[in-house]
């Protein structure tokens, strides 16, 4: 395989994870008697630009589909984030009546609808049917494809040009980044300017958040390669902020390399020299990540197997990536993980993929009375403690695994 920037030959595995569905491949009943599709999951790191990134096994369009599961809105943190940024971004830019805002993957339209609640004309692309359609009762207009240079083109020619675009947790989605960043270059207006939000690499690394890996995340990004792939598709990075959601990510803010004038902030050159001695352009930097996401995996079965030996009962919480990637990676079905309780109606009553580990509603927990609930979202684990802090009422504890075991 071949970088998906730069073309260079890859000849260096970051992680193996082993062989899993794709994260959000979640199964109805009738489902479990059939095969389920299953995929190396293996990233490899670029020793010329250094983008860490998945093997190529799986196609966009089949994880991307009209049945994808994932709705942003169901985070409250997430929508209290989303209402900041756009309080921010409206004032920093001076968005008004006259300017048009575009968000690249707009989900169910979490961040849309304050936009439009200013007043401000907005428009969405999203490729996923159901997520769309969430975001249309909102009374937001969805353009339902994937984003690229040639859909960007096609814009342009309809007059639908953007003052500012908007990408959060996207970037690491798309296999072809150069064609997507490129449309990005071409969307905006001549000074325009466009975000990008993406869990940073170094926290991966250095918090040991292996389950953010997984089919749908295509690349994992350091600043000092964003910067790179940027700058080669016609953007210019002119400011970054590193803020805290996911674990800890990277508000990137880019314009057009032959016409914005944003001034370049020095939060650029301190991120990147951050980042140059840290060492993320040397291979030792990546070095020892496997045998760190292997202790975690012993960590948690461990774990499992001495509440079971000891009759007490665990299940999760957060049918998200991140658990169907620890879950898989540790081999754990059902007879360790009784079932995971889920807020989306569009996941109750169906399977994680692989682990075909039951997904149920929250109300079950104080049926059941579980001795612990594993937060697999470790990101909204605050969040979550505060939704499930009856659970002190039977001396029931929550418990995480990254970046180590913790019982609280």
Request: hydrophobic letters at 35%; aromatic letters at 12%.
């Amino acid at each position: 395989m071949k970088c998906r920037h730069c073309n260079t030959e890859l000849k260096h595995t970051f992680i193996d994870l082993g062989i899993s569905p794709p994260s959000n491949a979640f199964l109805t009943k009738k489902a479990l008697d059939k095969p389920e599709a299953s995929y190396p999951l293996k990233v490899m790191v670029c020793d010329c630009c250094w983008l860490v990134q998945t093997e190529d096994f799986v196609r966009a369009d089949e994880m991307f589909s009209m049945d994808y599961a994932y709705f942003s809105s169901f985070s409250t943190s997430w929508l209290n984030h989303a209402k900041s940024y756009v309080d921010s971004i409206t004032s920093r830019l001076n968005l008004d009546e006259n300017t048009t805002v575009v968000e690249i993957a707009a989900n169910d339209g979490y961040l849309l609808q304050y936009v439009k609640n200013k007043g401000i004309p907005c428009y969405g692309i999203e490729p996923t049917h159901n997520t769309a359609k969430a975001a249309r009762d909102k009374g937001i207009e969805i353009i339902e494809d994937f984003f690229n240079a040639t859909k960007a083109e096609q814009l342009v020619k309809q007059g639908r040009q953007a003052d500012l675009i908007v990408a959060n947790n996207v970037l690491a989605h798309v296999p072809d980044i150069n064609g997507f960043v490129k449309g990005f270059s071409k969307l905006l207006k001549v000074n325009g300017v466009s975000t990008f939000e993406f869990p940073h690499l170094l926290n991966l690394i250095e918090k040991y958040q292996f389950d953010t890996i997984y089919h749908e995340h295509y690349s994992y990004l350091s600043f000092t390669t964003t910067c790179a792939i940027l700058k080669s598709n016609g953007m210019t990075v002119f400011d970054v902020e590193e803020i805290k959601t996911h674990g800890g990510s990277l508000r990137v803010y880019a314009q057009r390399s032959d016409t914005g004038k944003q001034p370049i902030s020095k939060s650029v050159s301190e991120l990147q020299k951050k980042e140059n001695e840290i060492g993320i352009s040397s291979l030792q930097f990546y070095e020892g990540f496997q045998k760190k996401a292997e202790h975690i995996k012993l960590e948690f079965l461990s774990f499992l197997t001495k509440t079971k030996q000891s009759d007490k009962k665990v299940v999760g919480y957060g049918a998200a990536a991140k658990g169907n990637t620890l879950v898989n990676f540790s081999g754990v079905g059902p007879d360790l993980l009784s079932y995971v309780v889920d807020k989306n109606i569009e996941k109750q009553g169906k399977y994680m993929p692989g682990s075909h580990i039951p997904i149920v509603e929250e109300s079950r927990l104080k049926l059941d009375q579980p001795h612990y609930v594993v937060i697999f979202p470790w990101n909204i684990q605050q969040e979550v403690m505060e939704q499930l802090k009856y659970i002190q009422d039977w001396k029931g504890k929550f418990v995480t695994f990254i970046p180590c075991k913790s019982v609280i």
